[in-house]
């Protein structure tokens, strides 16, 4: 009788985001196909919460952190080669870029036969000091050889990877994020239903024919929703009436807070904290925005092409590969572009709704997640 493959997923943190709704994914899909699997991750998250519920095997790694810290650092590995010595799975699957360094090594000291790397977006690439980008480089450049497979989500990262000389023992290749377009639209709220609620999140009524903007993103300097803020504030003075949520929280907020009184948008930016279903309510925007200066490929993104949600982006990660035309994208940290291109998305209604039909039509026939799942497994 064949032996049940065992795979063991590690990210770093449980923190609901992208990279978290696609492990818990993975493991359903994982399940499916017939394999045990046990996740683990750092810190408390929906993530842990999701697994519970849903049965899938879970560990809380409780020296696992998103910074840098030796001391910590040291002490997660340790605590994974006990949990994979404990386990013994066949793949170690590693996600983000402290799981996947610390990750590599503790698969390395406790002999694992096959190492998969996905990596969202090279940390070196984040808006961080020249020093850190080094540091970053050079880890993931030391440690890629104790990985079998390195996958990235778009040909940028992967050309990243030939450019700086990241090689894996056996290869780099690109695997699309991909969306399960008819469970997506099953849980989409109606446009009224999703507006409504969008809306309640402001203090006053708003006019039903004020556009809002939607953002979903954590309160990371990599979101620079400082930058956004700048623009939003120019855009105010030329739509009257618009009003803005960003759904998210994180390390920036009380900057975020203070930047929003000190630009007068306290009546306009809404700031209501995370939502684990914010996707259901892309339908009630008029344009969904993403202002990072840093990307992978963001399944926010993604879910705005399938909502036919008009996108506003910045040219970052896959944007531009996986949008074309099919959307306003503009340089990333300039804060008058993005106005700019927000202005002119909001007083061309038509010319958006186009855009957005064009832009779910490409993720249709080029970003679902049967593809992604064929392509993933092919290499765990």
């Not at 943190?13 to 046990?38: H, N, P, S």
């Not at 203070?258 to 948008?265: G, I, N, Q």
Request: hydrophobic share 45%; glycine share 8%.
């Amino acid at each position: 009788m064949e032996k049940t493959k065992r795979i063991l997923i590690v990210v770093t943190q449980a923190e609901w985001g992208g990279v978290q709704g696609y492990i818990f994914r993975c493991a359903q899909e994982a399940r499916r196909r017939g394999m045990d699997v046990l996740v683990a991750a750092g810190g408390d998250g929906l993530l842990e919460t999701r697994c519970q519920e849903s049965g899938v095997p879970y560990r809380r790694l409780q020296k696992m952190r998103r910074e840098i810290s030796p001391i910590h650092d040291i002490g997660a590995m340790h605590e994974l080669i006990g949990l994979i010595r404990e386990w013994n799975p066949d793949t170690v699957f590693l996600h983000s870029s402290k799981a996947g360094i610390v990750g590599s090594i503790a698969a390395k000291i406790a002999r694992v036969p096959r190492v998969v790397y996905r990596i969202g977006g090279w940390s070196f690439l984040d808006p961080v000091s020249p020093r850190q980008q080094q540091i970053r480089l050079w880890s993931e450049k030391l440690t890629a050889r104790l990985k079998n497979v390195i996958i990235t989500v778009h040909p940028g990262d992967e050309e990243h990877a030939r450019a700086h000389h990241i090689r894996a023992r056996e290869q780099v290749l690109t695997v699309a994020n991909g969306i399960n377009v008819e469970g997506f639209d099953r849980a989409l709220l109606p446009r009224a239903e999703a507006r409504t609620i969008l809306a309640s999140y402001f203090s006053e009524p708003i006019a039903e024919s004020a556009p809002i903007l939607l953002s979903i993103a954590h309160f990371y300097p990599t979101k620079d929703l400082t930058g956004y803020l700048r623009a939003l504030a120019m855009v105010a003075q030329q739509i009257p009436g618009i009003r803005v949520v960003i759904l998210g929280d994180g390390e920036q907020r009380a900057e975020l807070e203070k930047m929003r009184a000190e630009y007068h948008l306290t009546s306009v930016v809404a700031l209501p904290g995370s939502r684990a279903d914010a996707s259901t309510l892309l339908v009630g925007a008029d344009l969904f925005v993403l202002s990072s200066a840093k990307e992978g490929m963001p399944w926010t993104v993604l879910e705005a092409m399938a909502a036919r949600t008009p996108i506003v982006t910045t040219d970052v990660g896959s944007n531009r590969w996986a949008l074309g035309d099919a959307a306003w994208i503009v340089p990333p940290k300039q804060p008058e572009a993005l106005a700019e291109a927000l202005i002119e998305a909001l007083r061309h209604p038509e010319e958006a709704a186009q855009r957005a039909a064009r832009a779910r039509e490409q993720l249709i026939a080029r970003f679902t997640e049967g593809t992604m799942w064929e392509k993933t497994f092919g290499v765990l």
